[in-house]
């Protein structure tokens, strides 16, 4: 079990995108290798870097991490997760002294524990939740190429024996069909892995020969928001999303300050946003970052056609402090569980930065990105003309999407990355490629020569205006 920089055995995957057609393709990338009980060689692969991405060490040091992790190994326990909609193989690491019954006991129960990971696969029948098991790695690396300031978790693909998966996880779920997604899902997974022939859903699941089965492991982290972020929940959720505080100072054409303040004031006159914030002012450094995360949320939802986002959005509790005239962000650990806003003004300074005028904010993390990619989804960013009504933005942002609309339509290196990297079928680049520029030209791009976009959202320099080329995304 070696990690080996080479380009990736081929393997026989299903194209999960709706084609019924099963196809061989090669996936390039830094590959591990397991031979399970049954003698079927499994492998983890993280995929290729982007053109032009930033990856940082620890980024890498995960996708080790994630490839690391052996289901056969003594110390590791597999369940099947069956909380929230779409079914999955929730990963976790035994302490000393468990034994395998102790662990499934424990981990396989309705508590929450922290877990190495999740292991996924495609669910798109009917019944069941959109999920799409390509689609949080193609989020990962998209979300590299912008430098987004906005957490994506690394994501690797990954390959189990078929045989294995159904006696350590399948067979103990709730695979009955009642009327619950999570439990179709369960069902069509079971049928699936016990008889493919006939299974509507083995397409999207196995591997050609039926022998494996495939999908994605990340390990996501940080809590749910509240509706200070997420908004309210419901039939017009999208609508309420544009209501949060940070949606509210986006939209507005005053100077960034101002439009700040403004934002959380016309956002407090709901009652359960009001709630929700407390009744602290929202620091200015707050409201800043989350500007900046939901200009990388709603860019990346609308290029991938993300259908789930509203009510998704999770944080974690960071420091931020100038120190030589630069802005440092350290994250802070916390002795409990931090499941709100208010509950994060109890969260003590760390000794190291006090002195340093640290405040503390929510840092968002994007980890439910599996409802995206495929040209069936509902792309909610677009229909709901999102970021159509944006007047602040961020100079650097704008020119690397320039610059990825002029290469994917000259089928330059990023285009031939997501052409041949994932196993997309043609729509889905298609697809990729059609929302980048009518995000450019239509909304963004036009936005710009009416003069209604400030690019003055740069988290190091608080309302610093850049003089931006609208047509070519230079930075004058």
Request: aromatic content about 8%; glycine content about 6%; hydrophobic content about 35%.
């Amino acid at each position: 079990m070696n990690w080996n920089k080479a380009q990736v055995m081929l393997l026989l995957i299903t194209f999960a995108s709706g084609m019924t057609a099963q196809a061989a393709t090669t996936l390039p990338g830094d590959t591990m290798s397991y031979p399970s009980p049954g003698g079927i060689e499994e492998a983890c692969i993280a995929i290729k870097e982007i053109p032009g991405g930033e990856y940082s060490p620890k980024d890498k040091d995960k996708e080790k991490d994630l490839c690391s992790i052996n289901f056969y190994a003594p110390n590791i326990e597999l369940c099947p997760k069956e909380n929230s909609t779409s079914p999955g193989t929730r990963i976790y690491e035994m302490q000393a002294g468990e034994t395998k019954d102790s662990a499934r006991s424990k981990y396989c129960s309705k508590k929450e524990y922290s877990s190495l990971g999740k292991f996924k696969q495609t669910m798109n029948e009917s019944g069941t939740s959109g999920t799409y098991s390509l689609s949080p790695i193609v989020y990962y690396h998209l979300s590299r190429y912008f430098h987004a300031y906005a957490y994506v978790s690394p994501a690797v693909y990954r390959t189990m024996d078929l045989s294995q998966h159904f006696n350590l996880v399948t067979k103990y779920s709730r695979h009955a069909c009642d009327g619950e997604m999570i439990d179709c899902g369960w069902d069509y997974m079971y049928k699936a892995e016990t008889d493919p022939q006939h299974s509507v859903a083995a397409p999207f699941i196995l591997t050609a020969d039926h022998k494996s089965i495939y999908g994605n492991i990340e390990q996501a982290q940080g809590e749910r928001y509240g509706t200070e972020i997420n908004g309210i929940r419901g039939v017009e959720q999208e609508t309420n999303f544009l209501k949060t505080p940070a949606f509210m100072a986006l939209n507005s054409s005053l100077p960034l300050a101002q439009a700040i303040v403004a934002g959380e004031k016309a956002a407090r006159r709901d009652p359960q946003i009001n709630s929700d914030l407390g009744a602290q002012a929202v620091p200015k450094e707050q409201m800043l970052s989350w500007m900046r995360e939901l200009i990388d949320i709603t860019l990346l939802d609308y290029i991938l056609s993300q259908q789930d986002r509203v009510g998704n959005i999770d944080f974690t509790v960071e420091a931020v402090y100038t120190e030589g005239g630069v802005t440092k962000l350290e994250k802070v650990k916390t002795k409990s569980k931090i499941s709100s806003r208010q509950a994060m003004f109890q969260v003590p300074m760390p000794d190291d930065l006090k002195g340093k005028n640290a405040v503390l904010i929510q840092r968002s993390h994007i980890n439910d990105n599996d409802a995206g990619v495929r040209v069936e989804y509902g792309n909610y960013t677009k229909s709901t003309n999102m970021i159509d009504g944006i007047r602040h933005y961020n100079a650097q942002i704008y020119q690397r999407l320039i610059a990825l609309d002029e290469d994917l339509k000259s089928k330059g290196p990023i285009y031939q990355y997501f052409n041949s990297n994932f196993g997309l079928p043609p729509d889905e680049v298609k697809q990729l490629v059609d929302n980048t520029d009518m995000l450019v030209v239509k909304v963004l791009q036009k936005n710009c020569q009416a003069g209604l976009i400030q690019f003055d959202l740069n988290p190091d320099h608080i309302g610093q205006l850049d003089k931006v080329d609208c047509q070519t995304g230079k930075i004058q």
